[in-house]
DNA sequence: TACAATATTGTAATCATTACAAATAAAGAG
DNA sequence: CTCTTTATTTGTAATGATTACAATATTGTA
């Protein structure tokens, strides 16, 4: 089964009407696990439908966050992010290539006395600094005697 | 030793010239822990210092963020948040009454293999949804026959 | 086909934040 | 205490992501 169907699927599962837009929205949203953006999404996606509005897509975005087919990605870094993984995990944002990573927190399933009694919705847990990629780009840089902002304690 | 004094002493331990509205600013955020946004911070501090301008606020928050001095509050929601406890710890945004919870985090020193060899700056945890005493004041409401959106799973 | 409900679109408004240049205040030299 | 330089504060305008809203197009149903 390709992802257009998949996409489809997913739609009518959560009562969401399977329009061309929401199923190619979705579709791009499960082919490309980068957390996008609402205008990453409409620029990808404008090739395919040349009428898209910017607007559909923030609409069609909020109807899936309703509908929890997507989660905010909670980096606030300009943007909003997407991700239609809904599993509880973190993300790492790269303030060098700005790339956002996943990584796995069920550790965290601790108990947090403070919030006894409280209804937790949504636990959001990132953090930020450079990724690997960028600090071995970067000691190349200072082998050249470019020095590097930034410390690795947090 | 009065708040301003503290202040003051924060101040000129980063190496920040104590001018008048800085000793303002930093010893309102000591004094009110509520992770005040620059609306706040200026409406409060208009009595005392009639001449304050916003940029002000955004510039002088925007200085104590490069020395170190407060943290952004990792709650996306319209405005940013601002915290002089610059210790590790979470935050949960009650939806209802707007307000943010401090919680501990020290469990997390947990290792996250996916992130190997990044370096970590920031740690960001943050949950959303009920506070307690809004849940009670909703229970009332219960009592009459009113409905409460949202669960209790997360 | 005709009608109603739903989805999409374009434009204008909102609003927090930033850019920038002018005005003010403080520091330092003589 | 002046003059000169530097740092701070201020007001206004610009930016940019998001939202509001009304018009248009599409779809489902009879
Ligand atoms: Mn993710
Ligand atoms: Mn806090
Ligand atoms: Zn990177
Ligand atoms: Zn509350």
Redesign the pocket.
């Known amino acids: 089964m390709n992802v257009l169907d998949s996409a489809v699927k997913l739609l009518q599962e959560n009562e969401?009407?399977p329009?061309?837009?929401?199923i190619h929205i979705l579709a791009y949203l499960l082919t490309n696990p980068v957390h996008p953006?609402?205008e990453q999404i409409y620029q990808a996606l404008l090739p395919q439908?040349p009428?898209?509005?910017?607007?559909?897509v923030?609409?069609?975005l909020?109807l899936f966050l309703a509908k929890k087919l997507v989660k905010p990605v909670g980096v606030e870094y300009?943007?909003?992010h997407y991700d239609a993984n809904t599993q509880n995990h973190g993300h790492f944002f790269c303030r060098v290539c700005e790339k956002i990573f996943d990584f796995d927190t069920h550790y965290i399933e601790t108990e947090t006395p403070e919030l006894k009694g409280f209804q937790i919705e949504a636990k959001n847990v990132y953090y930020s600094g450079v990724c690997l990629d960028c600090r071995h780009k970067n000691k190349h840089k200072e082998d050249k005697n470019e020095k590097f902002e930034g410390n690795q304690d947090c």
Chains 1, 2 share one sequence.
Request: hydrophobic share 25%; net charge positive; proline share 0%.
């Open positions: 969401i009407r329009s061309l837009t929401r953006t609402v439908i009428t898209l509005s910017k607007t559909t923030y609409n069609t909020d300009k943007e909003k």
